[in-house]
């Protein structure tokens, strides 16, 4: 089946900091990625959708110039969090939808834990 | 895309059939009905898809009645590792750029010995 990875698994860092996570298609390609944040006992929130070549579309009240999105390639979107807080700390997961699939077969990673000190 | 509600949280014992219902009273007519299940610090894994009457696999039944309105997945047999998040999610089944998921609160199944 399809495989998503995301790099890295966990991560901490010192306030002020800049962080990126790498989410990664292994064995197809993915013309739409999508980041999603979580935090603790709440569901997935939809940050922005990624389509390769072209910028990325945020949600609303979601910061593009906080959370950068690069998609450059059909198997590869980063999400950078610049200038990071510690209400930035949350599970940061990724989806990736095949070039050739349906909307539903969309493939998760396994998320990032990202703690702001 | 059609707001969907679920039980925040369920509880059985080993063994026993689950079934969670979700409500879906705005769901259109080329909208299909998928199931997600998440794991604490993991991400979300596809479990059943259906538009209509009944879909099996190896894992779970979804059940859809005629005005598609509301669904429920099936669990039969549950372990203690099917302790999970369950997410009921509704959108179009057509491939476009623009179709998202997006998730709603989902239902907590804790499993008891």
């Known amino acids: 089946g399809a495989v998503v990875s995301q790099h890295p698994s966990w991560v901490i860092c010192k306030s002020g900091t800049s962080v990126k996570i790498e989410c990664r298609s292994l064995?197809?390609?993915?013309?739409?990625m999508f980041w999603y944040r979580q935090f603790p006992k709440q569901s997935l929130m939809l940050m922005a959708t990624?389509?390769?070549?072209?910028?990325?579309?945020?949600e609303q009240g979601v910061e593009k110039d906080k959370f950068l999105i690069n998609h450059a390639s059909l198997t590869l979107s980063t999400l950078t969090v610049t200038s990071a807080h510690p209400e930035d700390s949350s599970f940061y997961i990724c989806?990736?939808?095949?070039?050739?699939?349906?909307?539903?077969?969309?493939?998760f990673g396994p998320g990032t834990r990202l703690t702001v000190l | 895309l059609a707001k969907t509600t679920q039980p925040i949280s369920m509880d059985s014992y080993e063994g026993q059939e689950v079934n969670i219902t979700c409500s879906h009273n705005?769901?259109?007519?080329?909208?299909?009905i998928t199931w997600y299940q998440q794991f604490p610090s993991q991400g979300p894994r596809f479990i059943i898809q259906?538009?209509?009457t009944k879909v099996t696999n190896e894992v779970a039944s979804l059940f859809i009645p005629a005005d598609r309105k509301s669904s429920t997945l099936s669990l039969p047999r549950v372990s203690l590792s099917d302790t999970a998040v369950y997410y009921c999610?509704?959108?179009?089944?057509?491939?476009?750029?623009?179709?998202?998921?997006?998730f709603g609160s989902g239902t907590r199944l804790s499993i008891r010995p």
């Open positions: 989806s990736a939808r095949e070039e050739t699939g349906a909307w539903n077969e969309q493939f």
């Open positions: 064995d197809f390609q993915a013309t739409t």
């Open positions: 990624s389509n390769e070549g072209s910028k990325a579309t945020y």
């Open positions: 705005n769901i259109a007519t080329n909208d299909y």
């Open positions: 259906g538009y209509k």
């Open positions: 999610l509704v959108a179009q089944s057509s491939y476009s750029s623009a179709s998202k998921i997006i």
